[in-house]
């Protein structure tokens, strides 16, 4: 039987045997794609305006980064010290990288102020902490406005713990006038922003615009930060948005609000830039039958790819083979002991024992979202170039998962 299922004419089934199973694979021609189609349409409306931040948190690993940097992303997101060592390794210059951390530590401001990474803040309580060092940072603000496909991933109003509201505008002035200079405002309404949601998404950067504008007073703004959250199609009948149409839009709102000051834009995309480069290749291990259902047991899961338990997420699964035998109603799950660990419910599949299923769009929150939970090892990660695969990430082993135990 023919293995079908390719990522630049490699087989699925050959790459498992290759680097064994379970496995991360990226296309490097997709995270390119999308690199270009992001960039273009934002220069499309804002030309030398508006920079992209790729938002690491959504795939951390520096190759991924490095490839971002030569494909005309210009900077990186960051949410913990460790992104940033892992941007400056990629080759990132400190003023390409926010740090849009939140409830730091005094360590962490401390490292972020001497590497010089541009400041994200988004409580009250950090900002009266950067006082002493004059510092100039961005504003995160929760303007109430949250979209994400799930409660976890909405990042605005008032159930977010994320941002500053408005109703503390007079402190934001007061803290500026104690010597922290506001340079720019930010705000990330939520994750997976699609065509439908456009409305409400603009009515959001609206309000952003509004706030920079009209309501606080900021004579050292140079940035408006609008957060990621552009969407990428996970099941067929989900509609993207048109990034020129949108950016189109925004540049409308743009325009009627910064008439004097024209502060650069920055979107931080996560997952539009990675999702769709990446599979989880797993293997069927067995297919248990109950008195309803049958599931279909593979050697990976959710240590290895959390979203559909943790978010009700969908990914298409598919068999990297073609198979000639009837597909059946099956529940794809992993091998972690928990009830929860399934990756794919009810689905249509032609499948038996020993087959490679092909988890697609795993490149965002996949690996970077994997656990050792019961004390698994994570699974290899290949990027696909030019037709050859490499290894960007040894498998775990029990040595490195048992490094740092201190046996008494
Ligand atoms: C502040 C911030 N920016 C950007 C992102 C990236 O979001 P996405 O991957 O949906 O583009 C996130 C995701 O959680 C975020 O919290």
Request: a negative charge; hydrophobic letters at 40%.
């Amino acid at each position: 039987m023919d293995s079908n299922f390719t990522i630049q004419n490699l087989t699925s089934k050959a790459l498992v045997q290759q680097f064994g199973s379970p496995l991360y694979v990226y296309d490097e021609e997709i995270i390119k794609r999308q690199c270009q189609t992001i960039t273009a349409a934002l220069q499309n409306s804002f030309d030398q305006g508006a920079k992209v931040l790729y938002a690491c948190k959504a795939n951390s690993n520096p190759n991924i980064l490095k490839i971002m940097r030569l494909n005309g992303i210009h900077g990186i997101d960051a949410v913990s010290p460790n992104e940033i060592e892992v941007a400056l390794q990629a080759g990132f210059l400190n003023n390409q990288i926010t740090y849009t951390a939140n409830y730091m530590t005094k360590e962490e401001i401390n490292y972020a102020i001497q590497k010089g990474v541009i400041l994200n803040v988004g409580e009250i309580d950090t900002l009266k902490k950067l006082i002493e060092y004059k510092a100039e940072v961005i504003i995160r603000l929760n303007l109430d406005i949250g979209i994400g496909h799930h409660n976890h991933v909405n990042t605005g109003g008032n159930d977010s713990k994320f941002g500053i509201n408005l109703m503390w505008k007079e402190q934001l002035i007061e803290i500026q006038k104690q010597g922290v200079k506001i340079i720019g405002l930010h705000q990330h309404m939520g994750s997976k922003i699609m065509k439908k949601d456009h409305d409400f998404y603009l009515l959001g950067i609206e309000k952003l615009f509004q706030a920079a504008t009209q309501e606080l007073d900021l004579p050292y703004l140079k940035y408006i930060d609008i957060g990621g959250g552009f969407g990428v199609k996970y099941q067929e009948y989900e509609e993207i948005s048109d990034l020129n149409i949108l950016f189109s839009e925004i540049k409308k709102l743009y325009d009627k609000y910064f008439i004097n000051v024209k502060p650069m834009l920055f979107i931080e995309p996560g997952r539009y830039l990675i999702a769709e480069s990446g599979y989880l290749l797993c293997t069927v291990q067995a297919i248990n039958t109950n008195k309803q259902k049958t599931f279909v047991g593979t050697d990976s899961g959710m240590h290895h790819l959390i979203r559909p338990a943790l978010y009700q997420s969908y990914h298409a699964i598919i068999n990297s083979e073609e198979k000639q035998i009837e597909p059946k109603l099956v529940t794809v799950c992993g091998n972690i002991c928990e009830s929860g660990d399934l990756l794919g419910i009810d689905r249509n599949l032609k499948v038996e024992v020993n087959d490679v299923l092909v988890v697609q769009n795993g490149g965002a929150y996949g690996f970077s979202m994997s656990s050792n939970y019961n004390l698994r090892e994570r699974p290899a990660e290949i990027l696909i170039r030019d037709g050859q695969p490499y290894i960007i990430r040894k498998r775990e082993t029990l040595d490195y998962l048992l490094a740092n135990i201190v046996i008494l």
